[in-house]
């Protein structure tokens, strides 16, 4: 597989709305997420105000609230830049050339490159999802966590602290919790987004610090500004 200019791990809020924002400039992005079924998929619908001229922004439908609609939606905004591909795999652990990161290795077999790499993984590292008297390694309902890829980041010396997050019930889904690991805030840096232990390495999301969807999708976006600067 030919590197990207920037591969993005995950394609949740912040993620996919750095990928929109770099691909519509003409970036050659890769947008690897574990699940096609689940890309921008929220947990509640989006309620505005949202970033001007957002992927979030646009995909929204006041008409039309269901998050899998909405999913959708975003999913064809995004399928439909040129120089975006939006593929289905998993990131076991980061692909390194000397003290540089260069893309990640997939359970799937075929690596990912990219010339700069950026972990978008949400609530999926050490997930763990709370569900009555249940507990699963997710980092959401049905959606299975990261535990590959978190060993290989443990094991090169990152630190991670413990979070948690609530989802309510909905007439069609119990609430649940789920409890999970971001990057401890000395490892990461806020006004270049990047992991500071290893080159090209970025993080964005809730991987990195907590907020709402408008939240997300405005980092997203600040890390799409930042990568254009760097790439010139």
């Known amino acids: ?97 000397g003290n540089r990161v260069v893309g990640v290795r997939t359970w799937e077999g075929p690596p990912a490159r990219g010339e700069k790499v950026v972990l978008a993984v949400g609530s999926f590292l050490g997930a763990r999802l709370f569900l009555g008297g249940v507990v699963e390694e997710a980092g959401r309902l049905s959606e299975a966590s990261y535990p590959d890829l978190y060993e290989d980041l443990e094991a090169l010396g990152f630190r991670f602290v413990e979070r948690e997050g609530e989802v309510p019930e909905t007439p069609s889904t119990p609430g649940y919790r789920v409890r999970y690991l971001a990057f401890h805030p000395e490892e990461w840096e806020e006004g270049t987004f990047r992991l500071k232990r290893l080159e090209g390495l970025y993080a964005v999301g809730l991987c990195v610090r907590e907020g709402d969807y408008a939240r997300m999708s405005e980092e997203g976006q600040r890390l799409a500004e930042h990568l254009l600067h760097e790439l010139g």
Request: aromatic share 12%; no cysteine; net charge positive.
């Open 1 to 97: 597989m030919a590197a990207y200019q920037v591969l993005i791990v995950g394609a949740g809020f912040s993620g996919a709305e750095a990928a929109f924002w770099l691909a519509q400039k003409g970036v050659r992005v890769g947008l690897l997420t574990q699940s096609l079924d689940a890309v921008m998929m929220p947990f509640l619908p989006p309620k505005p105000p949202f970033p001007p001229g957002s992927l979030l922004e646009r995909a929204y439908d006041p008409k039309d609230e269901r998050v899998w609609a909405f999913h959708a939606r975003a999913k064809y905004l995004l399928e439909g830049l040129r120089p975006l591909h939006l593929f289905q795999a998993t990131a076991t652990g980061l692909l390194l050339e």
